[in-house]
């Protein structure tokens, strides 16, 4: 397993999850 690609991966997950965040915020959602 490379060093390099677990890095990448995690980056990329916090990425998505902060985009994914951000789209929740700017839509009206009622919990």
Known sequence: MRFEMAVFAQCFLKFLRL?????????PVKR
């Open 19 to 27: 985009l994914h965040c951000s789209e929740e915020k700017k839509l």
